[in-house]
């Protein structure tokens, strides 16, 4: 595919965007930026925008084979990824299957309690705010997004953790959550969008529950480099 990179349009916490001389792609740039805590704590994990770009990839292309539509188009380089250009719904999309996190805290549950069904759950993007919970209601009300458009993420977001669920299985790691995103196409469809990765999964080895995602940097917990390239290399050797 011969696209040619323009003018930077964006730079998020992890990835730059980029426009191209298509209107209907961007070029994405992973980096090895790390932050937490609503920016609150910075860092660098090395290696971390090639592995994040190359897993995403797979990811979203394991995803299409499994009928889920993203937005993946082409790798072009290491750390570089031609995507459909959509307008990104401004929602978090969590799914959780074992209790950790921010979930944990909220309700006063222990970290790797097995919930007894998976659970989505909404945040707003916006920073300011510190991407605060919103229902249902509160994003039709707000106009965030429509009822159909919430039907196509719900359905979509329960797909998605089918399908890594098991992959993940798999290579003996269980997922724990999960956050992606959800653009629109200019015909209005939804599709997959951001990434999946070790910054917005959790990852613990099934036999062992050993992290093997963010929340090492997040917690200061040391290996931060090797979790990623342990993740990746599974990946590789399945
Ligand atoms: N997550 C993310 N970006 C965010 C917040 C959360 O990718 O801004 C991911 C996170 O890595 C985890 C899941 O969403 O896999 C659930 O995160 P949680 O709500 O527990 O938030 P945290 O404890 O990370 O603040």
């Known amino acids: 595919m011969s696209i040619k990179k323009l003018n930077q349009i964006y730079e998020g916490k992890a990835k730059k965007v980029f426009a191209t001389d298509d209107p209907s792609f961007y070029i994405v740039e992973y980096k090895d930026d790390a932050t937490a805590f609503n920016g609150l704590k910075h860092g660098t994990i090395s290696g971390k925008g090639v592995i994040n770009n190359k897993m995403s990839n797979a990811m979203f292309s394991l995803l299409e084979k499994n009928g889920v539509k993203t937005h993946f188009v082409e790798q072009l380089s290491d750390r570089e990824t031609v995507v459909k250009a959509v307008k990104i719904v401004p929602l978090e999309i969590i799914i959780r299957n074992v209790a950790a996190g921010s979930f944990s805290k909220r309700y006063g549950v222990e970290e790797g309690r097995e919930l007894k069904c998976p ?21 039709l009300a707000l106009g965030v997004a429509t009822e159909k458009e919430l039907d196509d993420i719900r359905k979509m977001a329960f797909k998605v953790n089918d399908v890594l669920k098991e992959f993940f299985a798999s290579i003996g790691v269980k997922l724990i959550d999960f ?3 959800a653009g629109r196409l200019p015909n209005g469809e939804i599709i997959l969008a951001d990434e999946i990765s070790p910054d917005t999964c959790r990852f613990w080895d099934a036999k062992t529950n050993e992290k093997l995602d963010k929340d090492r940097f997040r917690r200061d917990l040391g290996g931060v480099e090797e979790a990623y390239q342990e993740i990746f290399s599974r990946i590789n050797n399945k």
């Open 179 to 181: 956050k992606i995103e």
């Open 119 to 139: 659970t989505l759950e909404f945040s707003l993007k916006d920073d300011a705010l510190n991407d605060p919970l919103i229902n249902d209601s509160h994003i």
